[in-house]
């Protein structure tokens, strides 16, 4: 596939028509992609021919998995890092550009929707997502902390339901993602093609999506907010763990063990710069604190390591560096994440 087939953009009866296109990626984003998206939405938001923007994923698995991992740790290894500070630096300005779209902006979450597709996704106007839809920001295992905004969106979950999704790359399901405000409509996906449908005829999108939208039912995640909360209010990581040994439950239990294994530094870095952003009233405060803490990550192992381990030789076994939470140079970390 050609990189100009990997977005495709165009205008159908007054709707800014953006589609994710690399399904066997599922959607996964490049930085053409995300610049695509940019002159898109630039070109679209004062062209008055233009009322208002839809964007989904080509196949049947999701609207994004996130960012092109691989790519990113190839351009570690060429020695290239800046190429991926510039892909995060527009990626996260895509996000800011999004959250204050002035035209309804519509986003069928669909499937796998993760990392980077929740940064095109989540600071929409109009989320929608499906009974399908699996929702995460999953960035603690590959050595990386949450972005494209995901910590301003964790920290405004429930109580402590974000350090939890954060720190164990938790999945939501789409009656979760309303809950925790990373979406705003379940509609059933037998019912999205009408939807879809729907809104390409021009019809106005809050009406199209609330035709076709039902209750969500109740959110998995809700149930275990008791202990959720109890856990990860701590003000540090160690505390979380302790607790969460201290709690004796089979579902404490398995949150412990996750931690376990995932990245030490990335724990440790998620858990204040989700603390740090429920601080902030700006998103864009909080895009700039996470281009901050991906450039200092992105400089150190534990990234590359993370990437080969979880995509390229898919072992699962990563070699952390350091190796523990109890190891990680927490003023460091405090310098990074201001």
């Not at 597709?117 to 929702?135: D, L, N, P, W």
């Amino acid at each position: 596939m050609s990189d100009e087939a990997q977005l495709l953009a165009r205008v159908e009866n007054g709707v800014g028509h953006l589609t994710l296109n690399r399904p066997r990626a599922i959607n996964a984003l490049t930085h053409r992609m995300i610049l695509g998206i940019r002159d898109a939405l630039g070109h679209w938001r004062t062209d008055p021919r233009v009322h208002a923007v839809v964007i989904d994923g080509a196949g049947d698995r999701g609207l994004c998995a996130g960012g092109d991992i691989r790519g990113l740790r190839e351009n570690v290894l060429a020695e290239r890092p800046n190429d991926t500070r510039d892909f995060w630096r527009d990626e996260y300005t895509l996000c800011a550009v999004i959250a204050n779209y002035p035209k309804p902006y519509v986003a069928l979450m669909d499937g796998v929707t993760m990392g980077g597709g929740v940064g095109v996704a989540s600071h929409g106007s109009i989320r929608v997502v499906t009974e399908r839809s699996k929702v995460a920001m999953p960035e603690t295992r590959i050595g990386l902390a949450p972005d494209v905004g995901g910590t301003w969106l964790l920290s405004r979950a429930p109580g402590a339901i974000g350090a939890y999704l954060g720190l164990n790359a938790a999945t939501m399901t789409g009656a979760d993602a309303v809950w925790c405000g990373f979406a705003d409509h379940l509609v059933p996906s037998d019912s999205l093609p009408k939807l879809r449908d729907a809104l390409l005829a021009g019809d106005e999108p809050a009406a199209a999506v609330a035709r076709f939208a039902v209750d969500p039912g109740p959110a998995p995640l809700r149930a275990q907010w008791r202990w959720i909360d109890d856990c990860y209010s701590a003000a540090t990581v160690p505390e979380i763990v302790e607790r969460l040994h201290e709690m004796e439950t089979d579902a404490a239990t398995a949150a412990a063990a996750e931690l376990d294994d995932l990245c030490p530094t990335s724990l440790v870095t998620t858990h204040l710069a989700i603390r740090r952003a429920r601080m902030r009233n700006d998103l864009r405060d909080v895009l700039d604190q996470e281009y901050r803490t991906s450039s200092w990550l992105l400089d150190r192992p534990d990234l590359v390591e993370g990437i080969r381990a979880r995509v390229v030789d898919k072992d699962n076994a990563p070699r952390w560096n350091p190796a523990t939470i109890a190891e990680v140079d927490i003023t460091e970390v405090e310098r990074v994440v201001l």
